[in-house]
T-cell receptor, first 114, second 115 residues
Framework: GENVEQHPSTLSVQEGDSAVIKCTYS??????FPWYKQELGKRPQLIID?????GEKKDQRIAVTLNKTAKHFSLHITETQPEDSAVYFC?????????????FGTGTKLQVIP | DVKVTQSSRYLVKRTGEKVFLECVQD?????MFWYRQDPGLGLRLIYF???????EKGDIPEGYSVSREKKERFSLILESASTNQTSMYLC??????????????FGPGTRLLVL
């Protein structure tokens, strides 16, 4: 089955700096890669996603890049703010017809220091 | 706005008890999922369902079963709870791929303690 590795497990940055979280996956059939943010005590929520036919996607201060050949994808957060502090999960998903199976990484706890 | 609800936020059970965790979504989603979340292990898929009465094993199905009698409801069953099933359980749902959206929407979670 699919295996998703995520690094680092914890990350501390100064407010205003950039943060990068990296993930690798094993199954070349995975075709959808979402990123979820989970604030303390809350449910995970999607912040950005990318499909396998796209190399990069941006949404304001966050961006995701995908390298299908190397089977890795990364989340980039620029100009970090204290409200970016949370646990971030990457995931790799196989979608065919109405069938979706998602494998998550182990999470990265991001701390933005004011 | 998509809403996924879970029957309990906190639950305390004794070893050997049968435990039911229920999840309801109100957006007519085809796919529903059960995960457990443990520190350092992320979200691990227990079971998922892509249609009523259909179920598929995830990565860690041992000790669990599921039921999906209605499209909006997906139940996770611990037949005989054990202490190693103490965890946070998260339910999620997503539309069909035909909708062009695969975002998973999560419930608030149930923190289960098995004594």
């Amino acid at each position: 089955g699919e295996n998703v590795e995520q690094h680092p497990s914890t990350l501390s940055v100064q407010e205003g700096d950039s943060a990068v979280i990296k993930c690798t996956y094993s199954d070349s059939a995975s075709n959808y890669f979402p990123w979820y943010k989970q604030e303390l005590g809350k449910r995970p929520q999607l912040i950005i996603d990318i499909r396998s036919n796209v190399g990069e996607k941006k949404d304001q201060r966050i961006a995701v890049t995908l390298n299908k050949t190397a089977k890795h994808f990364s989340l980039h957060i620029t100009e970090t703010q204290p409200e970016d502090s949370a646990v971030y999960f990457c995931a790799a998903s196989i979608i065919t017809g109405g069938y979706q199976k998602v494998t998550f990484g182990t999470g990265t706890k991001l701390q933005v220091i004011p | 706005d998509v809403k996924v609800t879970q029957s309990s936020r906190y639950l305390v059970k004794r070893t050997g008890e049968k435990v039911f965790l229920e999840c309801v979504q109100d957006m007519d989603h085809e796919n529903m999922f059960w995960y457990r979340q443990d520190p350092g292990l992320g979200l691990r898929l227990i079971y998922f369902s892509y249609d009523v009465k259909m179920k598929e094993k995830g990565d860690i199905p041992e000790g669990y079963s599921v039921s999906r009698e209605k499209k909006e409801r997906f139940s996770l069953i611990l037949e005989s709870a054990s202490t190693n099933q103490t965890s946070m359980y998260l339910c999620a749902s997503s539309p069909t791929r035909a909708s062009g959206q695969e975002t998973q929407y999560f419930g608030p979670g149930t923190r289960l303690l098995v004594l």
